[in-house]
């Protein structure tokens, strides 16, 4: 005779009074609930809920890159009574490895350090090419099949309206196949689109008037045949350096200009890269030593992050790490330029220290800038002709391509209204300068949050566990507000003032602050350094759990107690194992079928049997 608690469905604990028993004035109707009140005198009503229910509510995410994976596969596994829309304005997911298909597009961390901890899988190469990432996102989106239960492709978001009175974000979504315009609308908000997802092409006079083939970087034609052709290539920064070192190869001939001083320095965890921080290819037997020793494999992956997680002490100006770096890379830049004298003095810093913009691996970029197919120019360009381009002096030179990696607008703004239930649009209240919440709320727009907006962890190492905490941060406040019906959560306006500036000062400290221009800084060299004031594992720490106290939050519940409902919990209803807290059996939150073996040989009446 097992023990079980009741199955799942079967709440309605208390049955109706018996009008019998009241009008008898039976002496048991009092016991038998026959009394008990509807209300109190305030009109206040039990809900007759367990606490743990959760009221459903709908979550639109705007884009479908790896944030937006990350939280749906997740969010499968995890929550429960949500909805979830994602718009999408491109063909397919993927986010930035879908749109930078350019020349030599690879990224900046270790291959094994980005990926998502619950997708763990062999790579051709330690930094892996945009193709080989996107696979992997694309490939897990299609495993799950994510894209027809929650995407809606090539629809983009023309505006977002708090409605303080209904609790919910208005949308309206432009679908790019049609033109035609719908409306939305959903308790939360995600900004799951990327810092770097609206490329600009630079300021130049007669830059359209080109006869020859034009691209930007971010939305490059793969199928162009660049062999054989003399291409220029406008911008030094991460996309810049790619391309040069790619393209040197085969290429006719380079034009490049570098305007101002820069590192160009080995990539993160250079300890495990090739020679000079390079790129290599994975050996079969390498491939076969990881897919046969996953623990090795879990401790190759964690030696490269805890050498990643060390690279911040050189962000700091003064210390040993930031002399240490600074000595490395100019003896490796000088190095790899042959000592020219006029390109190491244009070119090697000597103002700030490595780490003011985040490195990139180029192998291969500067060797690229000495060589005999390259014309490098350290002033500003004239201008663009039909047949090519002006030098500063005014000499006409004739190309096939000009690529312009000038990078993307950094300036945190949304490309549409997105408008608080005070009628202020986000564009207007962030037109100087930005605050944020932690880099993952805005103050003043409730039920909105961001992956990586401002403040955010920007510097150094991989974004993928950066993803994973955001999402679990993000499902903590989804949770709580389905549980204790709360209708919003409002990042308060003066903490998030007291929190930017104490990252305002501290950042006085790193090398993110120093005289270079970044895409941190909005691309100017005394821009707002918009960075995190830490580490990554003080920002993980930090966001290990929301901190509620810094919130403004509203309750559908004139009684914020309500939540307690009819004095039973979820748990006892739904399955899960009513003595959890005694530990679980074979790790399963689930209710055990409990046999009889143990109860013929441990009950007190088997004793003696």
């Known amino acids: 005779m097992g023990i079980n608690h009741d199955a799942p469905g079967t709440n309605n604990i208390y049955s109706d009074p018996n009008v019998t028993d009241i009008e008898d004035n039976n002496v048991t109707a009092e016991r038998d609930g026959a009394f008990i009140p509807k209300t109190d005198p305030s009109g206040y009503r039990i809900r007759e809920e367990s ?67 619950w997708k763990i899988k062999l790579w051709t190469h330690f930094y892996s090419y945009s193709p080989e990432i996107w696979s992997y996102l694309k490939g897990i989106y299609d495993e799950h099949d994510f894209i027809e239960k929650y995407v809606k492709l090539q629809h983009q978001l023309e505006s977002a309206v708090w409605n303080s009175e209904a609790g919910v974000w208005r949308f309206k979504v432009r679908n790019l196949k049609t033109g035609t315009v719908s409306e939305d609308e959903a308790e939360f908000f995600i ?37 054989e052709k003399r291409v220029a290539v406008i911008g030094a920064g991460s996309s810049g350096v790619q391309i040069v070192a790619k393209l040197s190869k085969t290429a006719s001939h380079i034009f490049h200009w570098i305007r101002s001083p820069i590192w160009i320095t080995a990539g ?62 100019y003896e490796q830049m000088a190095r790899h330029l042959k000592n020219d004298p006029s390109l190491v003095d244009k070119i090697i810093p000597k103002t700030f220290n490595p780490g003011c913009r985040r490195p990139t691996p180029a192998p291969g970029y500067l060797d690229a800038l000495v060589a005999p197919n390259a014309t490098i120019f350290t002033d500003a360009i004239g201008s663009i002709t039909e047949k090519g381009f002006t030098d500063h002096e005014g000499n006409e030179h004739e190309c096939d391509a000009i690529i312009c990696a000038t990078g993307f607008d950094t300036s945190w703004r949304p490309r549409f209204p997105l408008v608080n239930g005070q009628g202020v649009d986000l564009r207007d209240f962030w037109a100087k300068d930005v605050t944020s919440y932690l880099s993952i709320g805005i103050p003043t727009y409730p039920n909105h949050f961001t992956f990586c907006g401002p403040y955010g962890p920007l510097g150094h190492g991989s974004f993928m566990p950066l993803i994973e905490r955001w999402t679990t941060y993000m499902f903590d406040v989804i949770s709580k507000a389905q549980e204790e019906n709360i209708k919003s959560f409002t990042p308060r306006l003066d903490l998030s003032l007291q929190f930017r500036q104490h990252a305002d000062l501290f950042l006085q400290r790193t090398a993110w602050t120093s005289a270079c221009r970044s895409w941190f800084k909005q691309g100017k060299q005394d821009g707002q350094a918009a960075i995190y004031p830490g580490s990554r594992l003080h920002f993980l720490h930090l966001l290990e759990r929301p901190r509620y106290e810094d919130f403004e939050m509203e309750y559908w519940d004139s009684n914020r107690f309500a939540f307690m409902g009819n004095g039973f919990d979820e748990r006892e209803f739904d399955g899960r194992d009513i003595t959890h807290y005694l530990g679980l059996l074979e790790g399963k939150d689930e209710q055990p079928e409990y046999g009889e073996e143990s109860m013929g040989k441990l009950a007190g009446w088997a004793v003696g049997k």
């Open 51 to 117: 606490y743990g229910t959760k009221r459903p509510v709908r979550v639109v995410l705007m884009g479908a890159g790896a944030s937006t994976l990350n939280f749906l596969k997740k969010a499968e596994e995890q929550m429960k009574n949500v909805k979830i829309t994602v718009y999408e304005k491109n063909h397919d997911v993927g986010g930035t490895w879908l749109e930078n298909r350019y020349p030599g597009c690879a990224c900046d961390i270790p291959s094994v350090n980005y990926q998502f901890s």
């Open 191 to 227: 900004n799951a689109g990327g810092v770097l997802n609206a490329y600009r092409f630079p300021d130049i006079p007669g830059l359209h008037d080109f006869k020859g083939k034009l691209m930007h970087s971010a939305a490059y034609d793969e199928g162009y045949a660049i062999e």
């Open 268 to 329: 993160f965890a250079q300890t495990w890269a090739g020679k000079d921080g390079a790129n290599f290819e994975y050996t079969p037997e390498q491939m076969e030593y990881l897919q046969s020793n996953p623990k090795k494999y879990l401790e190759y992956r964690k030696q490269i992050e805890n050498e990643l997680n060390q690279r911040f002490k050189f962000i700091l100006k003064g210390s040993e790490e930031a002399k240490a770096a600074r000595e490395f890379s």
